[in-house]
């Protein structure tokens, strides 16, 4: 599992560690976010799907381990030409959808046609709009060409975004998964819970957990009173930070904090004026003080990255000097730029760090005599 996604990045899980007399069969893991659907590939709330589905049902061509190196996955090797154009991906041989259906090199054309075509519904497009074109050499070979060169296209190729499913079932797989991964679906019991059981035809090793269940808790009293009753054996980005130092102190319970490779951005539709203008866009940032906001919606946990590169990317640069925190910056250059009594409407989803942020951000705007409409929606209206 991957991913959590603010021009901040955060990330922090509770383990109990409550001894049993017998090795467990079952996990219950608590997240915050319910998937959308249960397809990685098309869209939605793609971070929220991947938590459950990537690696656990899907598989790509290649992965990404916990350093954020690349390993393969259902490609065993590649190569790569001298110009960096084409990649022949070598496949896994024997592998099994979990319907039964055999998985080969067509699969691996028609998923990447698809995610690259016009009508992707692929909430990281992107990933593929350097796909030129998807050649099938043999069932165990594909090739893919690209316009240009990527140096990146094997680590794109790893996100959970980019998984490889069948044709056969790609219709379905919103609500009834299929995969080449260790595990399927088991059941699904909307707004309370979703379970996965080992896949029959998973031809690796056979799964150490018989069950796992994501019980999905967005509240953080709840989540407190479920981590604290033992009702959840993990829970991944835990919803309410300021509670981690009351949990460390707790022996039953671990609290392990981390980095993710995601960023939160607060973004503008510079299609529309005034915020077409890129001095109305720079003042903005220079009214946000994103370390307030790490400090009010997150007590602390989080980083400042002023770009859209997590620290653990090799890419990374820290570039919060170019929009740092500067009100009276913020007020000239709006009064430049001829804005006054600007109102606009931010629109927040349901993730906890995100409705902490947005009263944070309406108070900072106003400050710089922005007046900011926050609306709450629902991830299928996000």
Do not use: C
């Amino acid at each position: 599992m991957r991913k959590s996604l603010i021009l901040l990045a955060l990330a922090g899980a509770l383990m109990s560690t409550t001894a049993y007399a017998a090795p467990r069969t079952d996990l219950v893991i608590g997240i915050q976010l319910e998937p959308t659907n249960l397809d990685p590939t098309t869209g939605g709330a793609a971070a929220a799907i991947r938590s459950v589905t990537d690696l656990n049902i899907y598989n790509g061509l290649t992965r990404i381990d916990k350093d954020g190196a690349v390993q393969p996955d259902l490609a065993t090797s590649w190569d790569i030409s001298p110009d960096g154009l084409s990649y022949t991906f070598h496949l896994k041989d024997g592998i099994k959808f979990n319907d039964g259906t055999p998985f080969s090199a067509d699969d691996v054309k028609w998923t990447l046609d698809r995610d690259r075509g016009a009508d992707s519904k692929s909430a990281q497009k992107q990933l593929f709009a350097n796909i030129a074109s998807v050649d099938v050499v043999d069932p165990t070979t594909v090739k893919v060409t690209l316009t240009a060169p990527q140096g990146d296209f094997l680590y794109d190729m790893g996100w959970g975004d980019a998984v490889i499913v069948s044709q056969k079932s790609a219709a379905t797989n919103v609500t009834t998964p299929v995969g080449t991964g260790p595990y399927q679906l088991g059941e699904w019991v909307k707004a309370d819970h979703l379970t996965l059981v080992p896949n029959p035809n998973y031809t690796g090793a056979k799964p150490a957990l018989d069950k796992v269940t994501f019980k999905f808790i967005s509240d953080p009293t709840a989540a407190s009173s479920a981590v604290q009753a033992g009702d959840v054996d993990v829970f991944s980005g835990f919803p309410a930070p300021e509670l981690l130092e009351q949990f460390k102190a707790n022996p039953d319970l671990v609290v392990t904090v981390g980095s993710t490779q995601g960023e939160t951005i607060a973004a503008m539709n510079n299609a529309h004026p005034p915020l077409d203008n890129v001095k109305v866009r720079e003042a903005i940032a220079h009214a946000i003080d994103r370390k307030a906001i790490i400090d009010g919606s997150q007590f602390g946990y989080g980083t400042p990255i002023g770009s859209f590169f997590p620290p653990g990317d090799p890419a990374y640069i820290d570039l919060t000097s170019i929009s740092n925190f500067d009100p009276a910056k913020s007020k000239q250059m709006l009064a430049d730029a001829g804005v006054k009594d600007l109102t606009l409407t931010f629109k927040v989803p349901p993730a906890a760090y995100a409705r902490a942020a947005a009263p944070i951000i309406q108070q900072e705007l106003a400050d710089v005599g922005i007046k900011v409409n926050v609306v709450n929606v629902e991830w299928a209206d996000w």
